[in-house]
């Protein structure tokens, strides 16, 4: 059976984007992997903690460190620890932690 691949994700630059586009679109799995240091580091010095804890210490913002989460538990690096944390906002999230093992 022949079967089709395609590659759906979004484009990182569009063709009429100026060359910084193409520049920081070369280097999104840098990005990406420091990005995922950072946070893992901070849970490790801070502890348990929400997105917006975590974002604090990262200097990212809560948008670009909710992102990494889901990765990072699925490799086994970070977990929910099933509490509930309040934002700076004060409204709900959940806490994370480093896996240890």
């Known amino acids: 059976m ?4 395609f590659d759906l994700s979004p484009p990182l ?32 010095q801070y502890g348990a903690m929400g997105v917006d804890g975590i974002a604090a210490r990262c200097r990212l913002t809560g948008h ?3 992102k990494r989460l889901v990765k990072l538990q699925r490799e086994g690096r970070i977990a929910l620890t099933g509490r509930i944390v309040k934002s700076t ?10 896996c240890n093992g």
């Open 64 to 66: 670009a460190v909710g």
């Open 13 to 44: 630059a569009r063709a009429s984007d100026p060359v910084t586009s193409f520049e920081s679109a070369a280097r999104v799995d840098e990005f990406r992997a420091s990005q995922e240091r950072l946070i893992v580091s901070v849970l490790e």
């Open 2 to 5: 022949n079967q089709l691949c």
């Open 89 to 98: 906002s004060g409204r709900n999230e959940r806490e994370w932690s480093v």
